[in-house]
Nanobody, 119 residues
Framework: VQLQASGGGLVQAGGSLRLSCAAS????????MGWYRQAPGKERELVAA???????NYADSVKGRFTISRDNAKNTVYLQMNSLKPEDTAAYYC??????????????WGQGTLVTVSS
């Protein structure tokens, strides 16, 4: 199973970006998908997560600015980021819990995509 993330880049404060992450491979079902971020010198932190039923969870720092969504038919998760701030600058990683058969579930990480917000 592979997670392919895209959509990072450089944006000015107040701007928007949309990240995408698609899961591919031998997938029975993709369960919870999420986005994490890691800024230089800091620990990786959860940004937002979404279950395959659509329940969402957000870090307090992004509530009201970021929206996570998913397309279950495409095994893809999105992160719409609005009103970006310089403190949102980080490498963003997608994460997914994937059932590769009817019993076993594994956790996978995508490669990081860099988001840089200039002031």
């Amino acid at each position: 199973v592979q997670l392919q993330a895209s959509g990072g880049g450089l944006v000015q404060a107040g701007g928007s970006l949309r990240l995408s992450c698609a899961a591919s491979g031998s997938i029975f079902r993709v369960n919870t998908m999420g986005w994490y971020r890691q800024a230089p010198g800091k620990e990786r932190e959860l940004v937002a997560a979404i279950t395959n039923g659509g329940m969402t969870n957000y870090a307090d720092s992004v509530k009201g600015r970021f929206t996570i969504s998913r397309d279950n038919a495409k095994n893809t998760v999105y992160l719409q980021m609005n009103s970006l701030k310089p403190e949102d600058t980080a490498a963003y990683y997608c994460n997914a819990y994937v059932k590769v058969g009817q019993i076993y579930e594994y956790n996978y990480w995508g490669q990081g995509t860099l988001v840089t917000v200039s002031s």
